[in-house]
């Protein structure tokens, strides 16, 4: 999904539907000696990752000793603040869903969370498992998806304005760097008068995640994003577009869901994840479609993890659901459920997942698609302790700069003078 400012840092809305509770006893604290006696297991996540009540049914009838609960926070932001206020205390879910961008704070308190089985680590990408993996040599996370992006994009709205409609021809169109995505919008704008994207974070947060190291620096963890030219380039690009082909919706509002279904904008960057958001929060409309191609590129945008707290009540139970929620033939289920492309090596090259296709989005082939999406991928951002502090304070800055809070220059210094605070 969720990392998922984006699944990362805040899918809600729309998808924070109410809870999912399968009722059951509860147990009477501490680790169950026996595996067979009844059990709840709480599991807490955020986003859509693909967990439906007839998946985890499956679950609970391989194990009828197991009842599952599984909450979802309204947003990731709610999800996060809730794990770190708990973690090594009491109160958290028995499995516990983070996103990628919260691992250098996760990281710090590896020792509460209970390590995943060593015969497990090889089942991920390597690049997922060393991710999670602490000084000492543990993978915290059991990897749920990861995020390879490619353009989703309204043919209706392309052939309004005389664009290509078809998915082949509109990867050519984008094909090549940001400069020609922004320059299609201006055709857009010319024909239409309309919004071409729909907010400058969601498309800044596309950009930033090409760069390996944006706001701090690998050998030492100093933060480097205030003098980074990169950043600033990106910011520039970004906002001087917005003014003209951006809808201004921050991403995850109600406008933003709304703007999904009524046209208000013609393309969004689109990990895998993003096709369920657009798919459960736009039901009537037809002409969504996904091209093939990423500017400038390959790009991954969120992942997820399921971690287990070393405290919990239920630990080798909850470590025998985290296998099963994170095996490749559920990964494949979960991907079919809302489109959250598995990082289970296995998943990859599972016939079921390359041969699928989305109705919802005219039929694409999106198990192609995103699996050579994520071929494509070249840069795994560095992303160390103040990663989620810096990009939160630019996610805001770039908001302030579409609700016409501040111009450009005024927010670049203002989140310049917000990330120099940060110790």
Known sequence: ?????????????????????????????????DPNAPVTLTIATF???????????????????????????????????????????????????????????????????????????????DWKVKAATDADGNLIGYGTDIGPEAVCYRSDLFQA?????????????????WANYFKVGDQYVAATGKAFFDSAGGTYQGMINQVEAAYENPSDGKITATTNSEVKDIYDQVTKAS??????????????????????????LCPGWMLGVIS????????????????SGGGNWGGSYLTIPANGKNVAAAQKLADWLTD??????????AGTF????????????????????????VGQIFSERAKAVTVTPFKGEFYFQVNDAMQKALTRVEDGTQDAKASWDQWVSEVEAIK
């Open 161 to 177: 304005a005389g664009l290509p409609t078809d998915r082949a021809e509109v990867g050519k169109l984008f094909d090549g760097d």
């Open 328 to 337: 490749a033939k559920t990964q494949v289920k979960a991907f079919e459920n």
């Open 342 to 365: 598995p990082s289970q090596n296995d998943a990859l090259t599972d016939a079921t997942l390359l041969d699928s296709t989305n109705e919802y989005f005219n039929n694409a082939p």
């Open 243 to 268: 003014a003209t082909q951006s809808a201004h919706f921050s991403q995850w509002s109600d406008d933003w869901f709304a703007g999904l279904s009524n046209g208000d904008f013609a393309t969004m």
């Open 280 to 295: 459960g929060n736009a039901k009537d409309v037809t002409g969504w479609d996904v091209a093939p191609m990423f500017p």
């Open 1 to 33: 999904m969720k990392s998922r400012a984006l699944r990362p840092l805040g899918l809600a809305a729309g998808i924070a539907t109410a809870a999912i509770v399968l009722a059951g006893c509860s147990t009477g604290g501490g680790e169950q000696s």
């Open 47 to 125: 986003n859509d990752f693909g967990y439906t009540d007839a998946l985890l049914q499956e679950y609970m009838d391989e194990n009828p000793n197991v009842k599952i609960v599984h909450n979802k926070a309204a947003t990731s932001n709610d999800a996060r603040a809730n794990y770190f206020q708990k973690l090594g205390k009491t109160g958290l879910a028995d499995i516990e869903a983070i996103e990628v961008d919260w691992l250098p704070e996760v990281m710090q308190y590896s020792d509460m969370l209970a390590p995943v089985p060593t015969d497990l680590t090889d089942r991920w990408l």
